[in-house]
């Protein structure tokens, strides 16, 4: 089996996320921790991130996935900004948005 694979943290409002982009045999596979097992914010980052490998996987162009997560923001984005450095995100989404579309640039 041939795959690449890349985890990235990022920094936002909902915590500390990590964000798995494998490229296997040249299908996109991603998925998104964040938090604790059986949470609501954990469950949420799982969704997120297999919607966007499965519309990946089934034909949708990376980079309008990765447009359509960028820029989605959280109630507390400002709040990160203003002390966060390195590597962050507005939230979950625009994390995993992000992640994509480094994959794709690198």
């Not at 890349?6 to 996109?28: D, M, Q, W």
């Not at 490998?53 to 990376?62: D, E, K, Q, V």
């Not at 960028?70 to 590597?87: P, V, Y």
Request: proline residues 2%; neutral net charge; aromatic residues 2%.
């Amino acid at each position: 089996m041939n795959a690449n694979t890349s985890t990235t943290r990022y920094a936002c409002p909902e915590g500390h996320i990590f964000v798995k982009i494998a490229n296997v045999e040249g299908k996109l596979w991603i998925n998104a921790t964040i938090g604790h097992t059986g949470s609501q914010t954990m469950a949420n980052a799982r969704a997120i991130s297999a919607l966007a490998g499965i519309a990946i996987r089934h034909g949708a162009p990376a980079e309008k996935v990765a447009s359509a997560l960028k820029g989605t923001t959280h109630e507390t984005s400002n709040h990160l900004m203003a002390r966060t450095n390195g590597d962050i995100a507005l939230s979950m989404a625009d994390a995993i948005g992000k992640e994509i579309e480094r994959l794709l640039v690198d």
